[in-house]
């Protein structure tokens, strides 16, 4: 997973961050529109309090370039079981 992985924890260290708020920064940094997702009542302020840094640009790339071309949410996969309807999105 990628938050997991080295570079992730690295550069939430040089903003004194967690790996998930390094990856929802990043998300909302590229203009992507972010829902995060938690089970744990003390990880909401965290998941919101990821406004007062930024990720360099060096570090974008570096998160960036681990791109495995993978959706979590890709209705190719879950469509069809779930509701009986094949919607591939890479086609």
Not at 39 to 60: A, G, H, Q, Y
Request: aromatic fraction near 10%; hydrophobic fraction near 40%.
């Amino acid at each position: 997973m990628i938050i997991n992985q080295p570079i992730v924890a690295e550069i939430g260290k040089k903003h004194g961050k967690s790996a998930g708020q390094v990856l929802i920064r990043w998300a909302v940094q590229r203009g992507t529109s972010v829902i995060p997702k938690t089970s744990r009542k003390e990880r909401l302020p965290e998941n919101i309090n990821v406004f007062d840094f930024t990720i360099s640009d060096e570090d974008m790339k570096a998160i960036s370039a681990m791109d495995k071309k993978r959706r979590f949410n890709d209705p190719g996969d879950f469509a069809e079981p779930a509701f009986g309807l094949f919607y591939p999105i890479y086609e």
